[in-house]
Nanobody, 125 residues
């Protein structure tokens, strides 16, 4: 059974940093693209970042480009999202996710099958 557990969220001030972690189990972690998504109140879930199975390819949404960095440690079955220069508009529940197929790079939420429970990030102005 695939399990994804996010951690690292919290309440911070604008300009602060946070690092989210997502620990995965129940899958061959090193062959899967991993994605980060977020959902703010009253808004649809949106793509934040993705990283390929080897870490050789990453993508970040334009809204977070230059501020957020995705990375992974395949030895620890963990993916990270380093968030710097946080803004109030980054306030959301952040989810990590795994697609249904390994060895393929995805950024669309519809391709992701397994989702964590989410971690709340709140940025005050």
């Amino acid at each position: 059974q695939v399990q994804l557990v996010e951690s690292g969220g919290g309440l911070v001030e604008a300009g602060d940093s946070l690092r989210l972690s997502c620990a995965a189990s129940g899958l061959a972690f090193s062959i899967y693209t991993m994605g980060w998504f977020r959902q703010a109140p009253g808004k649809e879930r949106e793509f934040v970042a993705a990283i390929s199975w080897s870490g050789g390819r990453t993508d970040t949404a334009d809204s977070v480009k230059g501020r957020f960095t995705v990375s992974r440690d395949n030895a620890k079955n963990t993916v990270y999202l380093q968030m710097n220069s946080l803004k109030p508009e980054d306030t959301a529940v952040y989810y990590c996710a795994v697609p249904s197929v390994g060895g393929v790079y995805y950024v669309l939420a519809s391709a992701y099958k397994y989702w964590g429970q989410g971690t709340q990030v709140t940025v005050s102005s």
